[in-house]
Each structure stands twice: as structure tokens, then as C-alpha cells.
T-cell receptor, first 109, second 110 residues
Framework: GQSLEQPSEVTAVEGAIVQINCTYQ??????LSWYQQHDGGAPTFLSY????GLEETGRFSSFLSRSDSYGYLLLQELQMKDSASYFC??????????FGTGTRLLVSP | NAGVTQTPKFQVLKTGQSMTLQCAQD?????MYWYRQDPGMGLRLIYY???????DKGEVPNGYNVSRLNKREFSLRLESAAPSQTSVYFC?????????FGEGSRLTVL
């Protein structure tokens, strides 16, 4: 079976740094993606890691360790607009993407 | 550039009724997907189509059928709706790196 684990909720204050972890057990692995979803909206792509290491895109960074079946999303200089749900997703095959259950991030002033 | 367009955005059905969710993309992507999202369950893959003329089952295909009408369009059909199919349905298309999602179709089955 496929299993992706993320914390259900994380809280932080504006300007802080927060890390959202994802551990996975899947039958195949081609890469780890992160998506953001605001309430009532569609998921939007944030990052993709196929190889071990850190990928940085502006205030967001994503890390992957394939040997540990682990990754994280790092959000820096938090803003109120970052309040949303964040999903990790594993490409288990050429076409298939399996999503975690999501982490709700609440940013307070 | 519209991206991925889904219709309808909202629908209420009675148990046993049928309906089709429509999806179209204008990004010339080969792959298209249907996901459902339930509270606390994340996104679960129903069906996908790697290219025009092909479809494959995902994690939760029971109770659904799909048609890849052409490269642009991928429809999802509920033949006999059940309350367990109350959900938000997302269509997506993929370029090699990422999925592009539509705005979702909110379906309630009474």
C-alpha cells in the first residue's frame, strides 16, 4: 500500500520559519512534490524533488532524503497569506501521484 | 489562458441519479487526472489518462467511469450516485513536472 504521513496542523506567527515534514512508504518512488491549497481553492504546485538535497524557490525550500523516505517543506518569513493547507505527494509511477492528507498551517499576527 | 476548466462547479443529486463532470484543458498536456477530496483524506486518484485514447484506474475507481474524448477533454461519470460520493472533485492535467488543477466541482448526493 501507499502511506504518506504529515502533521495535521502547524501554527506559527508572522515572520517566523516553519517546517512541515512528510514521511512516506510507497511501492514506487520517482520524486516528492509539495502543493498549497487555500480554503475553497484548487491545489497549486510549489516544488518537486527527484534527488536528495535542498531546492530553494524564494521563501520556500523543499528537502528530500530518499534513504530516509523523508522530506520537508520549509517556509521562511511567514506571511498571513501563507495560511493554507500543504500537501506532500509522491510520484509512484510515470503517471501516478499519491497525496498525503495535508497539513493545515495557521499564521497569526 | 484558461488552464483547466471544470463544469459544473456545484451539483446536488439524489441517490441513484447519474451525472457527468466535464473537464477541459488548453495547455496541450498529454496526461489528465480526476481526484476526489474529502475532509481529512487528502486527494485520492480516481482515474487518469496518460494520453488520448487511454485510461487507467487510480486508488478509488469504483462507482465511476471516465472518457478521454480528445486531447483536451476528460470527463468523469457517476452512473448511479451514492451518498458516499459526496465530495469535491478536481480535474488536473500534467506537464512533466507538475499538476495543474481546475477549481473543483462540489457534489452533494442526498
Amino acid at each position: 500500500g501507499q502511506s504518506l504521513e504529515q502533521p495535521s496542523e502547524v501554527t506559527a506567527v508572522e515572520g517566523a520559519i516553519v517546517q512541515i515534514n512528510c514521511t512516506y512508504q510507497t511501492s514506487g518512488f520517482y520524486g516528492l512534490s509539495w502543493y498549497q491549497q487555500h480554503d475553497g481553492g484548487a491545489p497549486t504546485f510549489l516544488s518537486y524533488n527527484a534527488l536528495d538535497g535542498l531546492e530553494e524557490t524564494g521563501r520556500f525550500s523543499s528537502f528530500l532524503s530518499r534513504s530516509d523516505s523523508y522530506g520537508y517543506l520549509l517556509l521562511q518569513e511567514l506571511q498571513m497569506k501563507d495560511s493554507a493547507s500543504y500537501f506532500c505527494a509522491v510520484r509512484t509511477g510515470f503517471q501516478k501521484l499519491v497525496f498525503g492528507t495535508g497539513t493545515r498551517l495557521l499564521v497569526s499576527p | 489562458n484558461a488552464g483547466v476548466t471544470q463544469t459544473p462547479k456545484f451539483q446536488v443529486l439524489k441517490t441513484g441519479q447519474s451525472m457527468t463532470l466535464q473537464c477541459a484543458q488548453d495547455m496541450n498536456h498529454n496526461s489528465m487526472y480526476w481526484y476526489r477530496q474529502d475532509p481529512g483524506m487528502g486527494l485520492r486518484l480516481i482515474y487518469y489518462s496518460a494520453s488520448e485514447g487511454t485510461t487507467d484506474k487510480g486508488e478509488v475507481p469504483n462507482g465511476y467511469n471516465v472518457s478521454r474524448l480528445n486531447k483536451r477533454e476528460f470527463s468523469l461519470r457517476l452512473e448511479s450516485a451514492a451518498p458516499s460520493q459526496t465530495s469535491v472533485y478536481f480535474c488536473a492535467s500534467r506537464d512533466p513536472g507538475e499538476l495543474f488543477f481546475g477549481e473543483g466541482s462540489r457534489l452533494t448526493v442526498l
